[in-house]
């Protein structure tokens, strides 16, 4: 690949995750801040981003991927975005608010699957190669919040204006990728672009197992995303925002160990290792401190790596091996629609409600009780933990399959 044409796909890879690092994880911050938002109205605003996840599939498979090039499409959607941002910058009333952040929203999630569809589309060994591109979306994510703390942004509607900087860089760097035509294939259908094809899977239990563990491990999701940065904002601690990077710095780190991982301890036990972090961490958060127990919030922000490397990452490589080559894209799109959709909406709505639950009384030293808080996902996380354990099998075509790799790797060391 010519060095231009990388620099092209990895500077748009760095502005699509910058953009939405800019203002998605300081949100609930800027909310309570701005508005005087209720937790219940916190969640909402992050339900948004899960709705437009859950839609987006549409947009893209029944009328982006036919009918016109991706790139333009990006672009468009990207300068559109910008202009909302803007707006919402300019809001200084929720309800407003939250109607043009779900419009913003449905504009930006399509977004991530073009910039994979222009990217895959250049590569000639995906596997290899778009890692190294990819890697540039995680740094993108860190320089955002890196630069929030920095600044002091966290609360300031300056972080929307930021984020619409780089919207629009993005916008016109997107039209100066390499042409990605449209696939005018004709048949594609709502079903099929939602993973209906897939839809056989819930016949081998432990699919069945791992597809309602992926929904309800989505709301101990949805407290972190939704509720981490106020936490530590209400604790007092300094640059928030950047000390949530750690988190992404580990899911880096965490994605190079994956594959020894899976290939020493197989599925199930990087499942269960995956959903245990999420214990452990809810359990620091509810019981650290910005004081003498610090630490403990430290370990908790560093194990996201493991928390949605295990989990998530792992979970994607067991539905590509399940489902097999025929309707591997099916069940990709069935999981992604199940989880970032219709998970994490219930998710951000639960843990609004279970957060206004504990809200404290104003005037005093925090918002609300957030050992309580963090206790409720880290309960949700254990009895996951408890169901997955007792009924997740392995299939037995997974195992053979598992073992005819090993076998194939074993040959090749020998070599």
Same mark, same amino acid.
């Given at each position: 690949?010519?060095?231009?044409? =990388?620099?092209?796909?990895?500077?748009?890879?760095?502005?699509?995750?910058?953009?939405?690092?800019?203002?998605?994880?300081?949100?609930?911050?800027?909310?309570?801040?701005?508005?005087? #938002?209720?937790?219940?109205?916190?969640?909402?605003?992050?339900?948004?981003?899960?709705?437009?996840?859950?839609?987006s599939?549409?947009?893209?498979?029944?009328?982006?991927?036919?009918?016109? #090039?991706?790139?333009?499409?990006?672009?468009?959607?990207?300068?559109?975005?910008?202009?909302?941002?803007?707006?919402?910058? %300019?809001?200084?009333?929720?309800?407003?608010?939250?109607?043009?952040?779900?419009?913003?929203?449905?504009?930006?999630?399509?977004?991530?699957?073009?910039?994979?569809?222009?990217?895959? =589309?250049?590569?000639?060994?995906?596997? %290899?190669?778009?890692?190294?591109?990819?890697?540039?979306?995680?740094?993108?994510?860190?320089?955002?919040?890196?630069?929030?703390?920095?600044?002091?942004?966290?609360?300031? #509607?300056?972080?929307?204006?930021?984020?619409?900087?780089?919207?629009? +860089?993005?916008?016109?760097?997107?039209?100066?990728?390499?042409?990605?035509?449209?696939?005018?294939?004709?048949?594609?259908?709502?079903?099929?672009?939602?993973?209906?094809?897939?839809?056989?899977l819930? %016949?081998? =239990?432990?699919?069945? *197992?791992?597809?309602?563990?992926?929904?309800? !491990?989505?709301?101990?999701?949805?407290?972190?995303?939704?509720?981490?940065?106020p936490?530590l904002?209400?604790?007092?601690i300094?640059?928030a925002?950047?000390?949530?990077?750690?988190?992404?710095?580990s899911?880096?780190?965490?994605?190079?160990?994956?594959?020894?991982a899976?290939?020493?301890?197989?599925?199930?036990?990087?499942?269960?290792?995956?959903? +245990?972090?999420? *214990?452990?961490?809810?359990?620091?958060?509810?019981?650290?401190?910005?004081?003498?127990?610090?630490?403990?919030?430290?370990?908790?922000?560093?194990?996201?790596?493991?928390?949605?490397?295990?989990?998530?990452?792992?979970?994607?490589?067991?539905?590509?091996?399940?489902?097999? /080559?025929?309707?591997?894209?099916?069940?990709?799109?069935? !999981?992604?629609?199940?989880?970032?959709?219709?998970?994490?909406?219930?998710?951000?709505?639960?843990?609004?409600?279970?957060?206004?639950?504990?809200a404290?009384?104003?005037?005093?030293?925090?918002?609300?009780?957030?050992?309580?808080?963090?206790?409720?996902?880290?309960?949700?996380?254990?009895?996951?933990?408890?169901?997955?354990?007792?009924?997740?099998?392995? /299939?037995?075509?997974?195992?053979?399959?598992?073992?005819? =790799?090993?076998?194939?790797?074993?040959?090749?060391?020998?070599?």
């Amino acid at each position: 690949m010519p060095i231009s044409l =990388r620099f092209r796909l990895s500077l748009a890879m760095f502005l699509e995750f910058f953009t939405w690092g800019a203002w998605y994880v300081t949100l609930g911050t800027y909310l309570f801040d701005r508005f005087g #938002a209720s937790a219940v109205q916190v969640g909402s605003a992050y339900a948004n981003f899960s709705l437009a996840a859950a839609l987006s599939p549409v947009f893209v498979g029944l009328v982006a991927d036919r009918y016109f #090039a991706a790139q333009r499409v990006l672009g468009v959607l990207h300068l559109l975005g910008a202009g909302v941002l803007i707006l919402l910058a %300019r809001t200084d009333d929720y309800g407003p608010f939250w109607w043009l952040l779900l419009l913003y929203t449905l504009l930006y999630a399509p977004t991530m699957a073009l910039m994979n569809s222009v990217t895959f =589309r250049q590569l000639r060994d995906g596997g %290899r190669e778009f890692p190294l591109i990819r890697v540039f979306g995680t740094a993108g994510w860190i320089v955002a919040g890196l630069l929030l703390g920095y600044l002091g942004m966290e609360s300031s #509607a300056s972080l929307f204006y930021l984020a619409a900087g780089s919207s629009a +860089v993005l916008g016109l760097v997107s039209f100066t990728l390499p042409d990605t035509p449209p696939d005018r294939t004709e048949g594609a259908s709502l079903g099929s672009v939602l993973g209906k094809e897939a839809l056989v899977l819930f %016949r081998q =239990r432990s699919f069945l *197992v791992f597809f309602l563990s992926s929904l309800a !491990i989505c709301i101990p999701l949805s407290f972190y995303y939704s509720f981490a940065n106020p936490f530590l904002n209400d604790l007092g601690i300094t640059n928030a925002a950047g000390k949530m990077t750690l988190g992404q710095l580990s899911e880096f780190l965490f994605l190079l160990v994956i594959p020894l991982a899976f290939k020493r301890f197989g599925i199930k036990a990087m499942l269960a290792v995956g959903i +245990v972090a999420w *214990v452990v961490r809810y359990v620091l958060f509810a019981y650290g401190d910005a004081d003498n127990r610090m630490g403990m919030l430290y370990v908790g922000i560093l194990l996201h790596g493991v928390c949605y490397d295990f989990f998530f990452v792992t979970g994607q490589i067991y539905v590509d091996r399940a489902a097999g /080559e025929r309707i591997r894209s099916a069940a990709q799109g069935l !999981i992604t629609f199940a989880t970032y959709g219709v998970g994490m909406l219930i998710g951000s709505y639960v843990s609004g409600l279970v957060t206004g639950r504990f809200a404290l009384p104003k005037g005093g030293g925090v918002q609300f009780d957030w050992q309580g808080v963090w206790l409720i996902p880290a309960g949700i996380a254990a009895a996951v933990l408890v169901v997955f354990l007792i009924t997740f099998r392995e /299939e037995q075509r997974e195992k053979v399959n598992n073992n005819k =790799r090993n076998n194939k790797d074993n040959a090749n060391e020998a070599r």
